[in-house]
């Protein structure tokens, strides 16, 4: 067993007081279901396994949704509550509407988990394990899921367009972001490197193709080669929604090859490329991964952890969803 794994197995097992701030003082742990649910890890990973073999982008879909929910009102769900009465939906927002997908194969998971253990898997910890199992199906590290959040009864459309990092961010901006979450500089850095899969939009980099700086001149900082075959298919007006690869090199692996296109300047979103061109810490943490694969992989899975502790609802706080769609009816 490589040795990254079991030093995230025991940065998950340490006492909830030093590894989590729950709301509702309860704690999370891996160990959360195996009374109530037994096979709830595993119907959660074969259910994942049969959706990235179908379409291996869907990996990247599910890795998303959890870092879109964390961010917005901690990990609880919300990003996966359709509109209601009462609820506006976060898939409305700027970073999740037409991209934010992968929402079927947790209705999948979750109707397999309620026909083998009824109202007990939270919705929230269902993103948590899936973003786990979709990062080792690629080829990425794993780590053992703190479990036990609940689920919330609302949503925040503000809260998903105002704290989620935004690919035309300053680097200064994204760093304020994850420190609101209590995240710091190593967190942005190893988290980003999720980037060496999924897509972006057209509509996600333009600006740096054609008016960085607003003054109808490209982003120089972006490798000109590069920024040559992008704009090809991602034309000054029109295309919005055609898709390019967020790490060439490897597009459906899970590697440090994201790191090595930002030391030649290919970054494709400018939420990337900053990492290596605005600030020395990060420029350094860029370059380590790079040139040393395994360091990422276990920065990787310590962030993930740390993210998956972000404000979880526990004890008698939320509910667990029957539907992760709504709100059970009282």
């Excluded at 310590?302 to 992760?324: A, D, H, Q, Y």
Aim: charged content about 20%.
């Amino acid at each position: 067993m490589p040795h990254y794994i079991i030093v995230f197995a025991v940065l998950a097992l340490v006492p909830c007081s030093l590894s989590s701030k729950t709301v509702g003082g309860g704690c999370l742990y891996p160990q959360f279901y195996d009374r109530s649910c037994p096979n709830a890890q595993e119907i959660v990973k074969n259910v994942v396994a049969k959706a990235v073999e179908k379409e291996p982008r869907m990996a990247a879909s599910l890795l998303r949704l959890h870092f879109h929910d964390c961010f917005v009102k901690g990990c609880d769900a919300s990003v996966l509550l359709d509109s209601s009465e009462s609820i506006i939906s976060e898939k409305r927002s700027n970073p999740n509407r037409n991209s934010a997908r992968g929402f079927d194969v947790i209705d999948k998971i979750k109707a397999a988990l309620e026909k083998e253990c009824p109202q007990t898997v939270s919705c929230a910890d269902i993103l948590a394990l899936a973003a786990r199992d979709s990062t080792v199906l690629i080829g990425g590290p794993s780590w053992e899921v703190p479990l036990g959040r609940r689920d919330s009864k609302g949503a925040s459309l503000s809260g998903s367009n105002n704290n989620i990092p935004a690919p035309n961010n300053t680097f200064q901006t994204i760093l304020t972001k994850f420190k609101l979450q209590g995240l710091d500089i190593v967190d942005l850095v190893a988290l980003s490197g999720s980037h060496t899969i999924g897509n972006a939009r057209c509509t996600s980099f333009r600006q740096r193709l054609y008016h960085q700086s607003g003054n109808a001149q490209p982003d120089y900082t972006l490798d000109q080669a590069y920024a040559s075959q992008l704009r090809a298919n991602c034309p000054r007006s029109g295309g919005d929604q055609n898709l390019f690869v967020l790490d060439f090199v490897s597009p459906i692996k899970f590697d440090n090859s994201y790191f090595k296109n930002l030391l030649a300047n290919k970054g494709l979103l400018n939420s990337d490329q900053v990492l290596f061109t605005k600030n020395g810490v990060s420029s350094e943490l860029v370059k380590a991964y790079a040139y040393n694969q395994e360091l990422f992989f276990e920065h990787f899975a310590k962030s993930m952890v740390k993210m998956g502790n972000i404000s979880p609802l526990t004890g008698k706080k939320g509910e667990i969803r029957m539907n992760c769609r709504k709100v059970n009816i009282a």
